[in-house]
């Protein structure tokens, strides 16, 4: 069975600018969640996708977003890019709720923000 | 809010010797705890799940404790090799509050040959 992807892997932007990753989940999870890695701060949890719904959401301006597709494939995007959100943004899939379940994870979209 | 606390230091460990690692939460326990591995430029990859209800967990050559009482659990790797050496993540599943996954900033072991 295939694993998460991500893409792409590395991306390089400048200040203000604004981007989209991209996560397709192992097939049949239907739950998808986003983290934030960075080296000061670890990983932080930006939101969960479950059926195309958001069904929870941390800490982050909301300049980042995030969405769900029919198929489970799910988007986040970054608006007016600062140089803290150089990170890397790793997506992690699984069955989903009720209950706890392990994650997979993508190798992650390194972000470098200029 | 919940906080995590994971050994910031390096872990070094002689090869063979048991590596113990250590994931202190603060407030409230969590429904279940979650260990990763992570090596470098790669995603985490789940290890081994342990429920509040549950004392300890075995897997092989890894080992997990919860103690809610301490707010605590450890995670050992016996007859450690140079193979485990990586950073290694505690998450607290925390469903039964608000239904979010916590991580910890992580551990890096270094098992020397």
């Known amino acids: 069975k295939a694993g998460v992807t991500q893409t792409p892997r590395y991306l390089i932007k400048t200040r203000g600018q604004q981007v989209t990753l991209s996560c397709s989940p192992i097939?049949?999870?239907?739950?998808v969640s986003w983290y934030q890695q960075t080296p000061g701060q670890g990983l932080q949890f930006l939101f969960e996708y479950f059926s195309e719904t958001q069904r929870n959401k941390g800490n982050f301006p909301g300049r980042f977003s995030g969405r769900q597709f029919s198929n489970s494939r799910s988007e986040m995007n970054v608006s007016t890019l600062e140089l803290g959100d150089s990170a890397l943004y790793l997506c992690?899939?699984?069955?989903?709720?009720?209950?706890?379940?392990?994650?997979?994870f993508g190798p992650g979209t390194r972000l470098t923000v200029l | 809010s919940q906080k995590i606390e994971q050994n910031s230091e390096a872990l070094n460990i002689q090869e063979g010797k048991t590596a113990t690692l250590t994931c202190n939460y603060t407030n409230y326990s969590p429904a279940y705890l979650q260990w990763y591995r992570q090596d470098p430029g790669r995603g985490p990859v789940f290890l081994l799940l342990?429920?509040?209800?549950?004392k300890e967990k075995r897997k092989e050559r890894l080992k997990v404790t919860f103690d809610t009482t301490l707010k605590q659990s450890l995670f050992h790797i016996t007859a450690s090799q140079p193979a485990d050496s990586a950073t290694y993540l505690c998450?607290?599943?925390?469903?039964?509050?608000?239904?979010?996954?916590?991580f910890g900033k992580g551990t890096r072991l270094h098992i020397l040959p």
């Open positions: 992690a899939s699984m069955w989903g709720r009720p209950t706890s379940d392990t994650q997979y």
């Open positions: 342990i429920r509040e209800n549950e």
């Open positions: 097939s049949g999870h239907r739950s």
């Open positions: 998450a607290l599943d925390m469903m039964n509050r608000d239904d979010k996954i916590i």
